[in-house]
């Protein structure tokens, strides 16, 4: 009897199984996915990661920001990368164009079952306020030892010409600089990053920051102080633009590397008891510098400059846009060879020669010392056969 139920339920559910649709049906046909999503996107030009947001089913928001100049033309700006969810489709793929001068640009993502839904693009411009040419109006060194007992000083490095060598080299040579910033990239942490080229402007000359010997109470020998000075590099070099922490990078042919802020126009106090002010007529680039503490040369020129200078600022000015560099001013300094220091004078250290006797001096006494000059003792002692002390004279 068990034995016949088995087999009569055996035979059911064989006939329910037979008559009901295959069970794996959707999952081969897709039926199953609804899936109509864009999980990631990048343009060219893009500054930065999208903001993507699923409204509902059938719409959704990308916002993003797009730098133009590094856009050749805003009516095909090409889709650099496009990933969708799994077996979604799209009407615009990597490598397609997307116009972005009229309103509303779209992508519309399909699902495996046929289901839709529409992204609104919406676009703002990026703009990296350094690109750009500036000249130099001021260069500002602020620094000494002692600020407590108002024993730091600051100082335009032009004014204190006698500091520096000559032929022109000194910190007025870059005065007539153009700083020419422009954007190569705009990287995926949305930091920027591009090249700066500084020409050296009519004289094709730049400071070559030497600090001169007749200005140095140490050794009375020029000082080299390029470490604290170059640091916008010569010619062209590469900057990266942190927003995260605000500094400016830059990186000069050799992989040399120097920091620094973009301040705004306005009154600083330098740190100094009491404080100094430093009025900035507009923009400056602020580094900061690492001299060592000198109280041996506390009020002197050679204290701020060469040892002990804290803060330098490169005022500049920002051009119009469409400013063009001037063709005589992109010029690059040629090396200068530094001339080689004097060789000393050989010392003198050969006997040789041919000598005359000056004086005798004898030193001795035990009870009253003293220098004696035995030529002057004549009668003291016995003169044989004419032979006194001043023969040797002859």
């Keep these: 009897m068990n034995k016949l139920k088995y087999l009569l339920s055996a035979f059911v559910l064989l006939c329910f199984a037979s008559c009901k649709d295959d069970p794996w049906e959707d999952v081969a046909d897709g039926g199953w996915n609804h899936e109509r999503s864009i999980i990631d996107v990048k343009f060219e030009g893009q500054a930065g990661t999208p903001t993507i947001t699923e409204t509902d089913s059938e719409t959704g928001v990308i916002e ?62 990026f703009t990296e306020t350094l690109t750009g040419t500036y000249t130099i109006s001021n260069l500002w060194v602020y620094g000494g030892t002692g600020a407590a007992y108002d024993c730091t000083k600051l100082y335009k490095p032009a004014d204190k010409s006698w500091c520096w060598n000559g032929e022109g080299r000194g910190p007025a040579a870059e005065m007539d600089n153009y700083l ?11 930091n920027t990053t591009g090249t700066c080229m500084n020409w050296a402007g009519e004289d094709a000359k730049n400071w070559d920051c030497v600090f001169a010997g007749a200005s140095n109470p140490d050794t009375g020998k020029p000082v080299d102080l390029t470490q604290f000075y170059r640091q916008i590099p010569k010619g062209e070099s590469t900057w990266l633009r942190n927003y995260s922490d605000g500094t400016i990078t830059f990186t000069d042919a050799d992989g040399n590397k120097t920091s620094c802020t973009l301040v705004p126009k306005g009154t600083y106090q330098m740190p100094n008891v009491p404080p100094i002010p430093l009025t900035l007529e507009s923009e400056a680039f602020k580094f900061n510098l690492k001299g060592t503490e000198d109280w041996n040369n506390t009020y002197n020129d050679y204290g701020v400059f060469a040892r002990n200078p804290v803060t330098y600022y490169i005022e ?44 005798l001096t004898v030193y001795g006494g035990s009870a009253d010392p003293a220098f004696v000059n035995p030529a002057a003792r004549a009668g003291c002692g016995t003169i044989r056969s004419g032979r006194s002390p001043t023969t040797s004279w002859q």
């Design 64 to 125: 993003l920001q797009l730098a133009s100049d590094m856009v050749a033309d805003m009516s095909k700006v090409r889709v650099e990368t496009l990933t969708l969810s799994y077996k979604a489709t799209a009407n615009v793929a990597s490598g397609g164009t997307i116009d972005f001068t009229k309103g509303d640009p779209q992508i519309v993502v399909t699902s495996p079952n046929g289901e839709s839904r529409t992204y609104t693009l919406e676009m703002t411009e």
């Design 180 to 190: 020419v910033f422009t954007l190569g990239e705009i990287l995926a942490d949305g």
């Design 316 to 359: 500049i000015v920002k051009q119009p846009a469409g400013f063009e560099v001037p063709e005589a001013s992109k010029t690059i300094e040629e090396p200068v060879d530094p001339e080689p220091e004097p060789e000393p004078d050989p010392e003198e250290t050969s006997l040789a020669g041919t000598y005359s006797v000056g004086r």
